[in-house]
């Protein structure tokens, strides 16, 4: 299937697939791995599902009850000037006071919600979130994003094994969209240069973007490229191979999630 023919419902069946692959990790956890250090500052395997949990949620209430969603994003803004603690005590202090199993319990709670909510999505909806509004299928690639991307996190922490699918084009699709964002963010302009993507599916298939004859190109794995652009791995600790400065620029940049910018782990550390 081509990206210009996915639907929401398309997308919402992905999303479900993707948060159950890593339910399948979390459910086998015993008690005290939910404790374990992530790579992410500060956080632990369980406060990685308290973010999901608390973001599902929000996405719930941003499709339902735009309103509502406004006055959650206005209260979130309002403690961010106080830094990252004020943040996580808000977004994950309700579900760090509950028990593993119930804090497994609320975000499956809160992932039946959203994807009963995302069905009710046309597909040229609009969806508020944290600065501009998004496209419905944008919105729920993001979900989907944020899913397998916290979830390597919580694989790495516990040593397991997440076999990579095919839904990663997704992920692969929005870290070639975030391209010029990767530089905005930074206060930079991008170089201006075409570069051809092609990424090595799991399926065996063959992704490209581009223009199809650039003199730069990203080829390998698209696990990797996956990893780099949501910033769990370095380029230099992947198997992707660049040619020219302008394309090892952006995987050494590349950002696709929103917020401040981030550099993710350096080279030599996974």
Not at 60 to 70: K, N, Q
Not at 85 to 93: F, H, Q, R, S, V
Not at 161 to 175: K, M, V
Not at 241 to 246: E, H, I, K, N, P
């Amino acid at each position: 299937m081509t990206d210009s023919a996915l639907t929401v419902a398309d997308l919402t069946a992905d999303l479900t697939a993707e948060q159950q692959a890593l339910d399948d990790v979390v459910a086998r956890l015993d008690l005290d791995a939910w404790d374990m250090a992530t790579a992410s500052p500060r956080w632990t395997v369980g406060d990685q599902i308290a973010h999901l949990a608390y973001f599902d949620t929000t996405a719930t209430l941003a499709i339902t009850d735009p309103e509502g969603f406004r006055s959650a994003v206005d209260g979130l803004m309002g403690v961010a000037r106080d830094g990252e603690k004020a943040i996580d005590d808000l977004t994950m202090g309700a579900y760090r006071r509950l028990t593993p199993p119930e804090r497994l319990a609320a975000w499956r709670d809160g992932r039946r919600r959203l994807a009963a909510a995302a069905g009710t999505l046309a597909d040229d909806a609009r969806v508020p979130w944290y600065g501009p509004s998004m496209g419905g299928k944008s919105f729920l690639t993001a979900r989907l994003m944020e899913a397998w991307a916290h979830g390597q996190d919580v694989v790495d922490a516990v040593g397991a094994s997440r076999p990579p699918t095919d839904r990663l084009r997704h992920i692969a699709r929005l870290g070639v969209m975030t391209r010029g964002w990767s530089y905005a963010n930074r206060r930079m302009e991008a170089p201006n240069v075409a570069v051809d993507v092609m990424l090595e599916a799991p399926s065996g298939a063959v992704w490209t973007w581009g223009p199809g004859d650039a003199s730069e190109t990203i080829s390998g794995p698209a696990e990797d490229f996956c990893l780099v652009v949501t910033q769990r791995r370095h380029v230099d600790d992947t198997g992707l191979r660049m040619a020219g400065d302008g394309a090892r620029d952006w995987m050494v940049r590349a950002q696709a999630f929103a917020g401040p910018p981030t550099n993710g782990p350096d080279a030599g550390s996974s």
